[in-house]
């Protein structure tokens, strides 16, 4: 194979996005676009020109027998099922984030691939390909802060309107789109929180429900998190505040990083602070420490055509690297269902969770949700049906 046939599944916001990016690809070639809903289909794939076809169900889509690849861009319940539907056809899956809604249909998406070791399986977590988040995670690898003692993560400029959630009805639902603001806009913090610190044992969440916005799942949240080393960590996201803030701290025994405004700042100290706190005879001390402004490189290119890209190539020949593997993205999943579940039932919550205890409470949302909107409802019971 020289060149990868690719298909995109769903092409609204981001499915759209996703065809002039597989375009752009020279080892790749978009041949197939897939949504129900079938005025969408047939409009996207004049842009997508070359007689690239039109399906309106995954079952068409992959019956046709017709792409090496697909790009799963429909909302998240779905990419469950037709992730699992894609391996069983002996597809590679490149699917978009979050992964999931809960760590146990991840978990599935995991279990199926593992069928299937010949197929890749990539998540579009493009905010890996930025050279700052490089930069700071080869710098924490490295050992540049110390021993971290604490981070504290404040991603709020995330605002969105209300006009926003009243543009799909899966949006903002339970049932249509399984949570708020850690399941559609913090996915990439929570992966790159995971990519830069690991997972934390446990969490400690408060969670509000719609303080912002007439949405009945979260729009605010705030975290407290503990490692497996007694380092902790802060988490707070927020969809409500304008202009809103995205500040990575970290505390180490080197020093502090700031990331903030595309600037890494770093005030080193001159020894280990922990080293200096046990040996300093002074009861005030202070130690010498100097700023640094961390360089790193420019971006290059598009970072979800990057993500793509990798991938084409990855298909092409095994031994590439992804950006981020599928079963990274249960990570995320997990930290973001911890901290609901925390937030929304007011304990602490270790991980790895318990699944079953989560699952329980979302099928409770779902029942009781005040929004009882017909793509929402469609989504459940596929999702039901299905597995
Ligand atoms: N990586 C990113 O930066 C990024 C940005 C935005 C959205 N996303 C993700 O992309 C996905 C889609 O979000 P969006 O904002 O584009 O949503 P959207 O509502 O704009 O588009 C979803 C599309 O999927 C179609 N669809 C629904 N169910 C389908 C099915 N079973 N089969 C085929 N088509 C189906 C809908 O008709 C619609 O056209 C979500 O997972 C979201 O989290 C990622």
Redesign the pocket.
């Known amino acids: 194979m020289d060149k990868v046939k690719v298909g995109i599944?769903?092409?609204?916001?981001?499915?759209s996005g996703h065809i002039n990016f597989v375009k752009n690809i020279p080892q790749a070639e978009l041949v197939a676009i897939?949504?129900?809903?079938q005025a969408?289909a047939d409009e996207k794939v004049q842009v997508a020109g070359n007689g690239c076809r039109a399906f309106y169900s995954?079952d068409d889509l992959f019956a046709a027998k017709c792409v090496d690849m697909v790009i799963i861009?429909?909302?998240?319940y779905?990419?469950t099922p037709?992730a699992i539907e894609a391996f069983r056809n002996g597809i590679h899956v490149l699917c978009?984030?979050p992964i999931a809604v809960t760590k146990s249909d991840a978990q599935k998406m995991i279990d199926e691939h593992a069928k299937h070791p010949e197929l890749r399986f990539g998540l579009?977590f493009?905010q890996r390909t930025l050279e700052a988040h490089r930069k700071i995670k080869k710098l924490i690898e490295g050992g540049e802060f110390g021993r971290i003692l604490r981070v504290n993560w404040t991603v709020t400029d995330w605002f969105r309107s209300q006009s926003y959630y009243d543009s799909?009805s899966?949006r903002a639902t339970w049932g249509g789109e399984g949570g708020g603001v850690l399941l559609?806009q913090c996915p990439h913090h929570l992966d790159l929180f995971q990519w830069f610190f690991g997972l934390p044992v446990k969490v400690r969440s408060t969670v509000s429900i719609g303080k912002y916005h007439d949405i009945e799942v979260e729009d605010d949240v705030n975290t407290y998190c503990e490692f497996a080393d007694g380092s902790t960590g802060n988490f707070i996201t927020s969809t409500g505040e304008f202009p809103g803030t995205n500040r990575l701290e970290i505390s180490g025994t080197r020093g502090r990083m700031v990331f903030e405004e595309g600037v890494i700042k770093f005030r080193r100290t001159e020894e280990d602070v922990n080293e200096f706190c046990r040996t300093t005879p002074e009861s005030f001390p202070s130690m010498t420490t100097w700023d640094i402004e961390i360089p790193y490189k420019k971006d290059v290119g598009q970072p979800?055509q990057n993500v793509t890209e990798a991938f084409v190539k990855a298909v092409l020949d095994p031994k590439a690297k992804l950006v981020a593997e599928g079963w990274e993205g249960i990570r995320s999943v997990e930290f973001g269902n911890a901290m609901l579940y925390s937030g929304l039932n007011k304990v602490e919550v270790p991980i790895p969770m318990d699944t079953a205890k989560y699952d329980a409470m979302l099928q409770d949302l779902i029942k009781n949700s005040r929004f009882k909107k017909k793509e929402a409802k469609k989504s459940v019971v596929d999702m039901n049906n299905s597995f």
Do not use: L, R, S, Y
């Open positions: 599944i769903g092409v609204g916001n981001m499915g897939c949504d129900i809903d969408k995954t861009a429909v909302p998240h779905f990419h037709i978009e984030k579009m493009q799909g899966w559609n979800h």
